[in-house]
């Protein structure tokens, strides 16, 4: 029996369901519950030609020019669960099973797709282009998991959002299907959600089922119903119906809530599952304002307080985030992989470790600790309106070394 998919959620708010003329996203990544999840930055770069990439599993051809982009990710893979880049395009991935069995070859894992188009997209549109090219051109497939006993494979299905606009991709082996969104709230999760509203498929899609006999040709063709196992199409976002309820207001903070309710199962924490990291970006319509991208780098967003970063050149490094390197010795490098796993906890990871054995243990201190942190994290999220609500433009050494400072003070907290 293939394991259930990971029941991670991502959002997307459009005005007018957002306030102020703001792009809200959200992801809570849902992974197994001891996996680490670090937050990296890597610069815009040029590439000479001829050059290749090395992903999670397979080497590619690299592109002349690749973005900056700010990622979360499973710190043993080379792609990411969710992250940003300088031009404001937000990706998230979601492991989904459809009745096709997932590949258990290597070639491009969804998170690695991630990446991928974060880093070669400058706007949601484009980066669903690179993604289908890529998912045409090399497949996808490999482990999801730092697991050396036995191999879990999902399809992929993705929250692009930019902007202006967001799409949906779903995938199933090559082939996929998009939607367009530009109003409204969406809600993805490990479901496939596209029906008979598609903006952009695979050329070959239709053709394809029919050939499978999968669908007919005669009835509306609906991407669920044909994809999804016999009992699995189901509608699955219980965290929207919150967004809805904001009539208006959804704002960083509403998104971050949403994330950390833990009663309508948008937060995981079950026996397998954590939700070990999280996300949320604002993305103001008008492009004279930064986009600003909120980032946990802990496990459990109702324990883990939401730190800014906004792109700017020369931007801090903050290794207290980044796991240890350990190069080609990395045992997800070696084959057979997965043999052994090495610590991977960063700084923050660890003391985080420590505040959440406090707040078990000892409710009064731990209480007290959680009450500072979110007074820490609201002094962001007021930092961060008061540069959305300004006239003037700003100015890049204010934020230089923002998300270097958050992590920082958060630390001397648990200190």
Excluded at 200 to 211: D, F, I, M
Excluded at 230 to 238: P, R, V, Y
Aim: net charge negative; charged share 25%.
């Amino acid at each position: 029996r293939m394991a259930a998919a990971p029941p991670s959620y991502c959002f997307v708010s459009f005005p007018p369901c957002s306030k102020d003329g703001l792009v809200v996203f959200g992801k809570n990544s849902a992974r197994p519950r001891d996996e680490v999840q670090e937050v990296v930055y890597f610069a815009a770069a040029e590439h000479d030609p001829g050059s290749k990439v090395e992903c999670t599993y397979i080497e590619i051809e690299q592109v002349p020019k690749t973005h900056a982009v700010v990622l979360s990710r499973p710190s043993w893979l080379w792609g990411a669960e969710m992250g940003a880049n300088e031009h404001g395009v937000c990706v998230a991935n979601e492991a989904v099973l459809t009745r096709e069995p997932a590949s258990e070859s290597e070639a491009l894992l969804g998170m690695d797709l991630v990446r991928l188009g974060l880093e070669r997209g400058a706007t949601a549109k484009e980066a669903l282009d690179v993604i289908v090219a890529l998912l045409e051109e090399h497949g996808q497939g490999g482990n999801y998991y730092e697991d050396g006993s036995s191999c879990h494979t999902f399809q992929s299905a993705f929250l692009i959002v930019d902007r202006n606009e967001a799409w949906i991709l779903e995938t199933s082996g090559k082939y996929w299907a998009a939607e367009k969104i530009t109003e409204g709230v969406k809600c993805i999760c490990n479901q496939l959600s596209l029906t008979t509203k598609i903006d952009a498929e695979h050329p070959e899609l239709r053709n394809y089922v029919k050939s499978q006999g999968w669908w007919n040709g005669d009835s509306d063709f609906n991407f669920s119903e044909v994809f999804s196992l016999a009992d699995d199409h189901l509608a699955c976002c219980s965290g929207r119906e919150s967004l809805e309820k904001q009539g208006g207001d959804v704002s960083a903070q509403a998104m971050i809530d949403v994330l950390r309710d833990k009663d309508s199962g948008v937060c995981v924490d079950s026996e397998s599952f954590l939700t070990t990291a999280s996300i949320v970006s604002v993305l103001p319509q008008d492009p004279s304002f930064p986009c600003i991208h909120y980032f946990t780098g802990t496990p459990d967003p109702s324990r883990s307080i939401f730190k800014p970063f906004i792109f700017v050149d020369d931007v801090k490094l903050v290794p207290k985030v980044q796991s240890p390197s350990f190069g080609n010795d990395d045992p997800a490098k070696k084959i057979p992989r997965f043999q052994e796993k090495p610590d991977r906890r960063h700084e923050l990871y660890k003391a985080h470790e420590w505040a959440r054995s406090l707040l078990e243990n000892d409710q009064d201190k731990g209480q007290k600790l959680m009450r500072i942190m979110l007074d820490l994290e609201k002094q962001g999220l007021e930092a961060m309106e008061d540069i959305l609500s300004r006239t003037e433009i700003l100015d890049p050494a204010e934020v230089v070394d923002l998300f270097y400072d958050c992590v920082d003070t958060e630390l001397k907290f648990f200190k």
